[in-house]
């Protein structure tokens, strides 16, 4: 079975330039979460799907963010206009269930660099 | 609001050589704690998960304890290998369904 895939693996833009993630969960899974990792911090929670609705946004840092996730299936990861603070790594993860006795697995990000 | 920590930040240790690494957390009320190993340019590979109501777990070499009143919990690697090398990361379940990880803890196991 294949594990949660992500795309691309790692993307260079311009600052004011747009970015795109793009994240395919494991088969079957309803849950999808975007974390990041910014340059010598923790990894972070931005958002939480089920199927196609948001569940819990909080983390989303501001308004240059749109996650998406049409059909309730992979999930993309907008960032408009791309500033430099956004550079870091990007991680999906997906899991059957919501709730803590539903574990969650990642995928292997999405390295942004933004000069 | 949840906080982790991650001690050391770094460690470097010979092969063989058995060793803890340690994770905190600020709010106990946890639904449950798990232990992460990330490889350069991987993605995170589930290690142990305990939860709130155990004290411990083991895999292998792997043992992980949790000690919720305490806010704190440790990962024991016997007999270290160089595949071990990698960075280990914490994370704590808390009500809602993110994860607050750790900063992490890098190793390297000397052959």
């Known amino acids: 079975e294949a594990g949660v895939t992500q795309f691309p693996s790692h993307s260079v833009i311009e600052k004011g330039q747009t970015v795109t993630l793009r994240c395919d969960p494991i088969?079957?899974?309803?849950?999808l979460y975007w974390y990041r990792r910014v340059m010598g911090k923790e990894i972070k929670f931005l958002l939480h799907?089920?199927?196609?609705?948001?569940?819990?946004e909080s983390g989303m840092p501001n308004n240059r963010f749109l996650a998406e996730r049409t059909g309730g299936t992979y999930s993309t990861l907008k960032v408009q206009p791309a500033e430099l603070e956004d550079s870091g790594v990007y991680f999906c993860?997906?899991?059957?269930?919501?709730?803590?006795?539903?574990?969650?697995?990642f995928g292997p990000g999405t390295r942004l660099t933004v000069t | 609001k949840q906080e982790v920590t991650q001690i050391p930040a770094a460690l470097s240790v010979p092969e063989g050589e058995n060793l803890v690494l340690n994770c905190s957390f600020t709010?106990?009320?946890?639904?449950?704690l798990q232990w992460f190993r990330q490889d350069p340019g991987k993605g995170l590979t589930s290690l142990l998960l305990?939860?709130?109501?155990?004290r411990e777990q083991t895999s292998g070499r792997l043992n992980a304890s949790l000690d919720k009143s305490s806010g704190r919990s440790t990962l024991y690697i016997a007999a270290s290998q160089p595949g071990d090398s990698a960075t280990y990361l914490c994370?704590?379940?808390?009500?809602?369904?993110?994860?607050?990880f750790g900063t992490g803890t890098r190793l390297t196991v000397i052959p």
């Open positions: 993860a997906s899991s059957q269930e919501a709730g803590p006795s539903y574990e969650q697995y």
């Open positions: 088969s079957g899974h309803d849950n």
């Open positions: 799907f089920v199927k196609e609705s948001k569940q819990d």
């Open positions: 709010d106990s009320a946890i639904y449950n």
């Open positions: 305990i939860q709130s109501s155990q």
């Open positions: 994370a704590v379940r808390t009500g809602a369904n993110n994860l607050f």
